[in-house]
């Protein structure tokens, strides 16, 4: 089983940058997907960006060209760098993980983090 903390978020200016980070602690046998989602004040959770197990990088079309996802295996950390941000990415951010935690699993299971907040404010 594998457990997550992000961390990095904070109060930034518009036009600023933060590079969130997701550690991952324990194990799984496989990981399929790692990405990044986040939750605005009354709205739903959105899909933000996604590694897959290929190497293949996806963004929302709201943070293409300003956000990268990236992973450091050696480290057991998926990051998200976030440049040139807007009052309108304001949300608490959260990382899945999609895995196998054992080589006998049936299926993928997602596993996600606490959540970290970014405030984009002047």
């Known amino acids: 089983q594998v457990q997550l903390v992000e961390s990095g978020g904070g109060l930034v200016q518009p036009g600023g940058s933060l590079r969130l980070s997701c550690a991952a602690s324990?194990?799984?046998?496989?990981?399929?997907?790692v990405g990044w989602y986040r939750q605005a004040p009354g709205k739903q959770r959105e899909w933000v960006a996604r590694?897959?197990?290929?190497?293949?990088?996806n963004y929302a079309d709201s943070v293409k060209g300003r956000f990268t996802i990236s992973r450091d295996n050696a480290k057991n950390t998926v990051y998200l760098q976030m440049n040139s941000l807007k009052p309108e990415d304001t949300a608490v951010y959260y990382c899945?993980?999609?895995?196998?935690?054992?080589?006998?699993?049936?299926?993928?299971?997602?596993?996600w983090g606490q959540g970290t907040q970014v405030t984009v404010s002047s």
């Open positions: 324990g194990s799984l046998f496989s990981i399929n997907v």
């Open positions: 590694l897959i197990s290929g190497g293949n990088t």
């Open positions: 899945k993980v999609v895995g196998r935690p054992y080589s006998y699993s049936q299926r993928p299971y997602d596993y």
